[in-house]
C-alpha cells in the first residue's frame, strides 16, 4: 500500500520560511519523480515543483521560481520543498504527488493528505 506523508505546513509571517517534507512509502522511491502541488481555497490545484527519480532534473512552477527550491534524500525515501520569501497568496494545501516526470504535471499516480500552509500579511 501507498503512503505519502506531508509534514511541515503550519502558519508563517510574509516573508518567512517552510520547509516542507514527505516521506513515501510503498513504493520503490529512487525510480519515481516526485512533485508538489497546491490548492488554494478556491482555485484549482496546480503544480509547484518536481523532481526526477535520481533529483537531476527539476521544474518549477513560475509562481514560485526562485523562492522554492526542490529535493530529495532517496536513502530517507522523502522529498522536500523549501520555500522562502513566502507571500499571502502562497497559502494553500501543499500536497506531495508520485508520478512519471515527464506526465506527473497531468497524471499522478498516488497523492498525499496535503499540508496546510498559512502566510499571514
Known amino acids: 500500500q501507498v503512503q505519502l506523508v506531508e509534514s511541515g505546513g503550519g502558519l508563517v509571517q510574509a516573508g518567512g520560511s517552510l520547509r516542507l517534507s514527505c516521506t513515501a512509502s510503498g513504493i520503490i522511491f529512487s525510480l519515481k519523480a516526485m512533485g508538489w502541488y497546491r490548492q488554494a481555497p478556491g482555485k484549482e490545484r496546480e503544480l509547484v515543483a518536481v523532481i526526477s527519480g535520481g533529483g537531476v532534473s527539476t521544474k518549477y512552477a513560475d509562481s514560485l521560481k526562485g523562492r522554492c527550491t526542490i529535493s530529495r534524500d532517496n536513502a530517507k525515501n522523502t522529498v522536500y520543498l523549501q520555500m522562502n520569501s513566502l507571500k499571502p497568496e502562497d497559502t494553500a494545501v501543499y500536497y506531495c504527488?508520485?508520478?512519471?516526470?515527464?506526465?506527473?504535471?497531468?497524471?499522478?499516480?498516488?497523492w498525499g493528505k496535503g499540508t496546510l500552509v498559512t502566510v499571514s500579511s
Open positions: 504527488a508520485v508520478g512519471a516526470y515527464t506526465r506527473i504535471s497531468t497524471s499522478v499516480d498516488y
